[in-house]
């Protein structure tokens, strides 16, 4: 059974950082081929959409939501399961819960893990 765990959120002052890690277990067979990234949503907003903050591939391409452009970088450990995201410069606007997830055959995800930026 793939398990995805989110760790790494908190409250943060604005312009500062955080780094928030994702391990999937059970998903040693696939992992490598999988894309891995995050989501977010914006709180107070029964049913808004996840918006994309960063994914990579398999080849190690990035992709990266235009608000985060130049702030965000995603890496990813196919050895250790595991995909990080390091956030700098970071703004209130910032502020959602980010889910991690992995898409191979199947899509799995995250239980989430609260990002405030606030002063």
């Known amino acids: 059974q793939v398990q995805v765990v989110e760790s790494g959120g908190g409250l943060v002052q604005p312009g500062g950082s955080l780094r928030l890690s994702c391990a999937a277990s059970?998903?040693?067979?696939?992992?490598?081929?999988?894309?891995v990234g995050w989501y977010r949503q914006a709180p107070g907003i029964p049913g808004m959409a996840r918006d994309l903050?960063?994914?990579?591939?398999?080849?190690?391409?990035?992709e990266f939501g235009d608000s985060v452009k130049g702030r965000f970088t995603i890496s990813r450990n196919n050895v250790q399961n595991t995909v990080d995201l390091q956030m700098d410069s970071l703004k209130p606007e910032d502020t959602a819960i980010y889910y991690c997830?992995?898409?191979?055959?199947?899509?799995?995800w995250g239980q989430g893990t609260q990002v405030t930026v606030a002063s």
């Open positions: 059970g998903a040693t067979r696939f992992f490598e081929v999988a894309t």
């Open positions: 903050v960063a994914r990579i591939s398999p080849s190690g391409r990035q």
């Open positions: 997830y992995l898409e191979a055959a199947n899509m799995y």
